[in-house]
Every structure is written in structure tokens, then in C-alpha cells.
T-cell receptor, first 116, second 116 residues
């Protein structure tokens, strides 16, 4: 069965420090991978996506993610965190099968706290 | 271009009542997906509509239903509300008509439903 795991429920990082959020997936074929961010009381904003090709993808707000097929991972990184990056981050997987189009499966989310 | 809009933003209902939530996708988007977000279960897929037809359905009881209109606007309905239906209901739209791009979804701000 398809699954998405975000091992870290909560991460605290100092402003200006680097950030890495982990995401592991379980899926037979090459999945479509996404990272979303959710601020309190808001919907989800798409940060970046991976469909195919270059395994290092750049997104908005200075985020990047690397797809590693051998590790079934799609980790999100940011070199220098700003206080405005405090939010909840979700990794999501979309399947390529016709009967799964339009259906995303989400990880449980990682809450990021940024300290001064 | 305006984003995905959802109305109303907040709703308070009592057990046994029914509720209808509305979603207007980004202009030109033809696929609309619905998700339920709760602290305990996280983000769960409800259903997806494309060209006025339900294409995918998640594992929710029949009390949860939806429809899509010819202008791609979508509504979801929950009948006989239960306390456990209290959640943030998110709508997402997608541009493409096929394959992986239907997984690239843009979310609205959500409707916060409270069932008393």
C-alpha cells in the first residue's frame, strides 16, 4: 500500500540556521512528490514538486528538495531559515495510476518552530 | 489570477444537521479535489471531480457526497452530522486533464466546520 512518512513531528531551529525535513514514501512506481506548507488558519501552499528528471528541485521561498530513489526519500531543505518559515510542512505523494489521479496522500506533517 | 476560494470560511452546526460547502477553483482548472483535515487523522482525501464526474473517492461513509457543476465549481455535502465531522475541509484544484499534472493541486483556505 502507498504510504508517506514524516519521521519528525516537531523541529525547532534557530533563525539563520539550516533546516532539513525528512520524507519517506512507499510506492511501487515512481511517484509524484510534493511539499506543501500550512500556516495557522490557512490552506496549503505548494512549495515544490518532483515529477521526473533532475532529482534536485527548487521551489519557492528558497526551499529545495532532493529525490533519492534508492532511499525512497524526498527531503526538504533550506540553507537559512527566517522567522516567517515557522509553519507546518507536509510531504505528499500522487500516484501515476489512472484511478489515483487527483488524489494526494499526505504525511502527518512536521511542525517547525523558529527561535530568535 | 484569483486562487481557490471556499465558502463559508467558518460553520457551526449541531449533530444531525446537514451542511453544504462550496469551492470555486482557479479559473481554467477543471479538476477539484476535497480533503478533510483533523488533528487525529491528518489530511485525508475525500473525492475528486473532473468534468462533472466523480473520478476518485476516499474511504468515507456515504454521508459525504459532492458534485461539480459545468463551470467547474464544486460543492460537498455532509448529511446527518456527527461530532467527529468537525474538521477543516480543504478544496484543491488542478489545471490538467490527465496524468501526473492532475496531482499538482492548489489549495483554498478551507472551511472550518464545528459540530456541536
Amino acid at each position: 500500500a502507498q504510504s508517506v512518512t514524516q519521521p519528525d513531528i516537531h523541529i525547532t531551529v534557530s533563525e539563520g540556521a539550516s533546516l532539513e525535513l525528512r520524507c519517506n514514501y512507499s510506492y511501487g512506481a515512481t511517484p509524484y512528490l510534493f511539499w506543501y506548507v500550512q500556516s495557522p488558519g490557512q490552506g496549503l501552499q505548494l512549495l515544490l514538486k518532483y515529477f521526473s528528471g533532475d532529482t534536485l528541485v527548487q521551489g519557492i521561498k528558497g526551499f529545495e528538495a532532493e529525490f533519492k530513489r534508492s532511499q525512497s526519500s524526498f527531503n526538504l531543505r533550506k540553507p537559512s531559515v527566517h522567522w516567517s518559515d515557522a509553519a507546518e510542512y507536509f510531504c505528499a505523494v500522487g500516484a501515476g495510476a489512472t484511478d489515483s489521479w487527483g488524489k494526494l496522500q499526505f504525511g502527518a506533517g512536521t511542525q517547525v518552530v523558529v527561535t530568535p | 489570477k484569483a486562487g481557490v476560494t471556499q465558502t463559508p470560511r467558518y460553520l457551526i452546526k449541531t449533530r444531525g444537521q446537514q451542511v453544504t460547502l462550496s469551492c470555486s477553483p482557479i479559473s481554467g482548472h477543471r479538476s477539484v479535489s476535497w480533503y478533510q483535515q483533523t488533528p487525529g487523522q491528518g489530511l485525508q482525501f475525500l473525492f475528486e471531480y473532473f468534468s462533472e464526474t466523480q473520478r476518485n473517492k476516499g474511504n468515507f461513509p456515504g454521508r459525504f457526497s459532492g458534485r461539480q457543476f459545468s463551470n467547474s465549481r464544486s460543492e460537498m455535502n455532509v448529511s446527518t452530522l456527527e461530532l467527529g465531522d468537525s474538521a477543516l475541509y480543504l478544496c484543491a484544484s488542478s489545471l490538467a486533464s490527465s496524468g501526473r499534472a492532475r496531482n499538482e493541486q492548489f489549495f483554498g483556505p478551507g472551511t472550518r466546520l464545528t459540530v456541536l
